[in-house]
């Protein structure tokens, strides 16, 4: 069965600081990767996602993620966090072969960034 | 992408009651599953959603306990059944636009059984 790894549960930074979230997930065929924010309060956005191309994916607010297939991997990154980036973050994916549409997600990282 | 409109946005309710959350999306959509996020946890879907058939639920739902209806593309609904504490989450609906849009989720029902 798929399942999907976040192995940063809680991640306390301060303002500026880089940040690496990551990811891992465990299938052996074609995916789609999906990176998820839930602000305080507020309800599922996408960060960005990757189906194909450049693995090398940028996304909104400043955020990128890079896919390597051979860990099987989609760590997200940015380079300088600011306090608002506070949230809960959620890696996610799709078995694109199988094409069954669901999600499966990741257990979740706490951000909480320090001003 | 899809707006999703989801009802109701939270409720309290006393446990051996049942409540219809429901989920009405701006467009047509292929795609439909229910989520549940229970209290400081990750995502676990519940079903898809299949317009005109059963629902597909995952290991550990079944449809006596979540039953879903999908009359249309637009439109469908999950009732929570014979509640207890344990099923206080939030219940969240999504949508799957493929490449170009990815997913979308709707804002989420609150639901806490007392």
């Known amino acids: 069965a798929q399942s999907v790894s976040q192995h940063n549960h809680h991640v306390i930074l301060s303002e500026a600081a880089s940040l690496e979230l990551g990811c891992n997930y465990s299938?052996?065929?074609?995916?789609?990767l999906f990176w998820y924010v839930q602000y305080p309060g507020q309800h599922l956005q996408l960060l960005l996602k990757?189906?194909?191309?450049?693995?090398l994916v940028k996304g909104i607010k400043g955020f990128e993620a890079e896919f390597i297939k051979s860990k099987f991997s989609f760590n997200l990154r940015k380079p300088s966090v600011q306090w608002s980036d506070t949230a809960e973050y959620f890696c996610?994916?799709?078995?694109?072969?199988?094409?069954?549409?669901?999600?499966?997600f990741g257990q979740g990282t706490t951000l909480q960034v320090k001003p | 992408s899809a707006v999703i409109s989801q009802k109701p946005s939270r409720d309290i309710c006393q446990r051996g009651t049942s409540l219809t959350i429901q989920c009405q999306v701006d467009?047509?959509?292929?795609?439909m599953f229910w989520y549940r996020q229970q209290p400081g946890q990750s995502l676990t879907l519940i079903a898809t959603?299949?317009?005109?058939?059963?629902?597909?639920?995952e290991s550990g739902f079944v449809i006596d306990k979540f039953p879903i209806s999908r009359p249309n593309l637009t439109f469908s609904t999950l009732t929570v059944s014979n509640m207890s504490p344990e099923d206080s989450s939030i219940y969240l609906c999504?949508?799957?636009?493929?490449?170009?849009?990815?997913?979308?989720f709707g804002s989420g029902t609150r639901l806490t059984v007392v």
């Open positions: 999504s949508v799957g636009q493929g490449i170009n849009y990815g997913y979308t």
């Open positions: 299938y052996g065929g074609t995916v789609n």
């Open positions: 990757y189906f194909s191309g450049d693995p």
């Open positions: 996610a994916v799709n078995a694109g072969s199988s094409n069954t549409g669901k999600l499966i």
């Open positions: 467009s047509q959509v292929t795609m």
């Open positions: 959603a299949n317009q005109g058939s059963e629902a597909t639920y």
